[in-house]
Each structure stands twice: as structure tokens, then as C-alpha cells.
């Protein structure tokens, strides 16, 4: 691959360890790392690709989603639901999906979140109905050019045994390790650059055994590998955890393993003091989903504290049936406002905020080779055009990002190769995609 430089971004956000921002700089890519940052770099026979009127910041880290929801937006039974009802209201929905109708949901969204500048996104596929592998979303992941962390989710407590999902959707608990323990081995890459990360991640305590969560944790430690699960989502969960368990989810969790820095938990909405204290202490990882838990009513996470305890926090999309969007950076814009509701203008600022959204991803998903713009690190790097309306009249173009706009990139970079291009996609045809699912969501919808 020869070399690329960016001319002249009007400001690079570095996110290094200095957090430096730099006018009118130029950046060197070469075999997928980048190679040198400074202001008139010599070209030495590199292609270049003009970047003046643009911020230049690393590419957004998405840690918690589950792409195969993507078919099933704004579903009318599901849209004024809380997190059971809702679940209990598309299961037999998502019972129904076929192999194809995962991947081209998972290429739908995670297009989607290309575009909003995302360049690394983590999966959470915790159902496999009738042949739908893991396989299904690391093609479509593929295809549009991200790099992806997909984690092997799973269900093995039905209704008839207490569980909320319905019998048909949940697995035998010795062919869920088995499984995990296949795609490890077939798709897991430890090194750096890595395209492909699997993790384990059965989906939620209401949903597996004590038994389960334990042997997860032991197959994820003995493979290397990171553990994921949703915890302490809303005040249902925690009722459910005090009822069934005896005691809150946190403590449920460190009890079976589940903290350390090799694990991050979504939502974390109702972590109270005491757990805030273990997470910190235990440098486990919180992926923050605000639109989802706007939507869900689940409340607003407790961001700032657990910033200030020194919890690693980082952002995530959720699923895209309760979002029910993709945006990466609108994600951002959600989180600073509402981190502003809870605790009052002057408690998150943009750049602390873009920080969790890039940086913060990274250290969450154990990526110490990228979330920063620093000579060594993997070119992961997305392009802003901040000379259009969206942002005409920002006094402060990297402020503009989260405050006015714009809120799609004009290129996307992952590991030094174009997968946004003059804001289109560069691997997928979009209306190819786009006809694609309206032939699943046909069938799904019969
Ligand atoms: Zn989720």
C-alpha cells in the first residue's frame, strides 16, 4: 500500500496524551499505522488527499450494539415499551430471522454507523435462531470495511425455566461454550491491528445461569479474550437482581468474575456508589448508551461520577430497535447533553466528550494500538467538513462537532483504507444495501 497524507486539516484532534490540537496540519498513513503528523510534511512521492476546512479526529469507537436489530426499527408495539415489554414484544419477531436477514441487517447498520464517523464497532449477537452463526456479521462487517469486535452472546434461561425470552430462542448451555470456543478459535486476533476481536458475552443475568456467567468468564480468561454482558440497565433489572439473586448487580458480578479490566458492561444506568467504587477499583468498563435509554425511560447513567471515580467509560449505539439509529457522533451529542441535565452546563465538555467517544472506546475494547492520532498508531481517522452550513457560524470548529454539525463525516479511514469517501460509502453500494433489506424486512414483516 503506498503512502497517503492528509494536507492541511484545519485542526487535528489529536487525542494523544497530551490531547494536542494542531491548525493546519498535515498526516502521514503508510501500511495502515500512521507514520508522521506535523504541518507541511515532505511528500516524498505520497498520494495526498486535501483536508483543508476539516477537523480530523480518530475514528469513533462504537462498544455496545446489536446490529441484528437493525430489521426491526420502530416497530409500533414496541415503540412506548420498557426494556421487558420491549424485549417480550420482539422476540418472536427476531425468532424469525434467517442467516441472510442477520447480515444484511448488521451491513445496514453498520454503514450507518460509518458513516457518523464510526471506524471501530463492537456486536453483541446473543440469539441464533435458525442457522444464523456469528460468521453472519463479521461478512457484513467485512464488507463495509470496519473493524469489528463481535462477542458471542447468548440465551439459555426460557420462559418455562423463569427466563423472559421465549423457549424456541435460547441454546443448551454446553453448546453455547462450545460455540464461543469455535468462533474464537476461527476469527479472534490478539495482535495489533487486528481487524477481528471476539469476545464472550452471555446476554444479561435475567437471561443465563449463575452457572453460565462463571464459565463464560473462565473460557474468556483461558482464551484471552474479553468478557461483555448488560448490566443494571433500568430499575427492573435491579429489582430482579435483589429478587432472584440477593443482592445488587454489581456485587452479582464481581462474585462471578465479571469485573476486571478485560470486561466492559453496557448501560450501568443505576450503578449506585459502592458500585461505582468496585468498577473503578477494578478498572472495569462501562459502554454508555443514552439515546437507548432515553428511549428505553431507563434514566441517565451516572457519566460524571463515574468519570471522577476513574471508571473507564466509553460510548455505545445499543441496538438499533432502541435507538433506533446508528448515529455515532449524535450518540456523543446525547451523552454531553444529558450529562448537562443530570449535573448542570458546566459538568462534561465537548472535548471530554469526544474523548470518551474515541480514546475512551479504545482503552474499553483493550485497543492500546488506536483512539489517537499519534505517530505509531493504527490509522483509524475520520474526516470532517466543517466549510458547510451545518457548522457556518461555529466560532469553535471542533466544539461544532457535538454543538451544531456536521453530523456525518466526508471520509472515514480504518487501518489506512478509504471505507467513506465525499460522504458515500466506497466498498457498498447503498442502494444495492438498501434493496436488499427491503426484500428481508418483506418477508420478516409477512
Ligand atoms: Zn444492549
Redesign the pocket.
Given at each position: 500500500m503506498s503512502a497517503l497524507i492528509l494536507r492541511k486539516a484545519r485542526v487535528l484532534v489529536t487525542m494523544d496524551d497530551t490531547r494536542r490540537e494542531i491548525a493546519d496540519c498535515d498526516l502521514r498513513i503508510e501500511g495502515g499505522v500512521i507514520t508522521a503528523i506535523g504541518p507541511d510534511l515532505a511528500l516524498d512521492g505520497a498520494e495526498t488527499l486535501d483536508v483543508s476546512g476539516c477537523v480530523v479526529t480518530p475514528g469513533l469507537v462504537n462498544t455496545?450494539?446489536?446490529l441484528y436489530q437493525t430489521l426491526t426499527r420502530t416497530v409500533p408495539a414496541a415503540q412506548d415499551a420498557l426494556l421487558f415489554g420491549w424485549l417480550q414484544t420482539l422476540y418472536p419477531i427476531w425468532a424469525r430471522m434467517t442467516p441472510e436477514d442477520m447480515r444484511v441487517s448488521a451491513e445496514v447498520g453498520l454503514a450507518e454507523l460509518a458513516l457518523s464517523g464510526c471506524s471501530l464497532s463492537s456486536d453483541?449477537l446473543y440469539l441464533y435462531p435458525n442457522g444464523v452463526r456469528l460468521e453472519d456479521t463479521i461478512e457484513a462487517a467485512a464488507a463495509i470495511g470496519l473493524r469489528f469486535h463481535p462477542t458471542r452472546g447468548a440465551m439459555s434461561i426460557g420462559e418455562s425455566d423463569g427466563g423472559l425470552p421465549p423457549d424456541s430462542l435460547v441454546e443448551d448451555e454446553a453448546a453455547i461454550l462450545d460455540d464461543a470456543i469455535r468462533v474464537i478459535d476461527a476469527f479472534h486476533d490478539p495482535t495489533p491491528g487486528a481487524m477481528v476481536r471476539v469476545g464472550v458475552a452471555p446476554c444479561s443475568p435475567f437471561s443465563v445461569s449463575r452457572g453460565l456467567m462463571r464459565d463464560a468468564a473462565l473460557l474468556a480468561r483461558d482464551k484471552g479474550v474479553m468478557l461483555h454482558t448488560?448490566l443494571a440497565e433500568n430499575d427492573e433489572d435491579i429489582a430482579y437482581s435483589e429478587a432472584q439473586f440477593g443482592c445488587r448487580p454489581g456485587q452479582y458480578a464481581e462474585e462471578l468474575g465479571w469485573t476486571g479490566e478485560d470486561v466492559w458492561h453496557?448501560?450501568c444506568v443505576k450503578l449506585d456508589e459502592s458500585e461505582i467504587d468496585l468498577f473503578a477499583r477494578s478498572r472495569t468498563g462501562v459502554a454508555h448508551?443514552p439515546c437507548?435509554n432515553c428511549r428505553l425511560g431507563s434514566g441517565i447513567a451516572p457519566v460524571r461520577a463515574m468519570r471522577d471515580a476513574g471508571v473507564h467509560v466509553a460510548l455505545?449505539v445499543?441496538?438499533s430497535a432502541?435507538n433506533d439509529g446508528n448515529g455515532m457522533i449524535a450518540e456523543a451529542r446525547m451523552a454531553l447533553l444529558l450529562q448537562r441535565v443530570q449535573n448542570g452546563a458546566d459538568a462534561m465538555s465537548v472535548r471530554e466528550m469526544l474523548e470518551i467517544a474515541t480514546r475512551g472506546g479504545a482503552q474499553v475494547l483493550g485497543r492500546d494500538d488506536l483512539g489517537q492520532l499519534a505517530v505509531g498508531m493504527r490509522a483509524d481517522i475520520a474526516v470532517w467538513d466543517v466549510s458547510g452550513l451545518e457548522a457556518a457560524g461555529a466560532w469553535d470548529p471542533v466544539a461544532a462537532l457535538l454543538l451544531s454539525g456536521p453530523s456525518q463525516v466526508r471520509d472515514l479511514f480504518v487501518e489506512g483504507r478509504p471505507v467513506v469517501r465525499e460522504s458515500r460509502l466506497v466498498r457498498r453500494d447503498a442502494a444495492a444495501l438498501i434493496a436488499e433489506q427491503s426484500r428481508c424486512l418483506a418477508r420478516l414483516m409477512a
Open positions: 455496545h450494539h446489536h453483541h448488560h453496557a448501560h448508551c437507548s455505545g445499543d441496538g432502541s
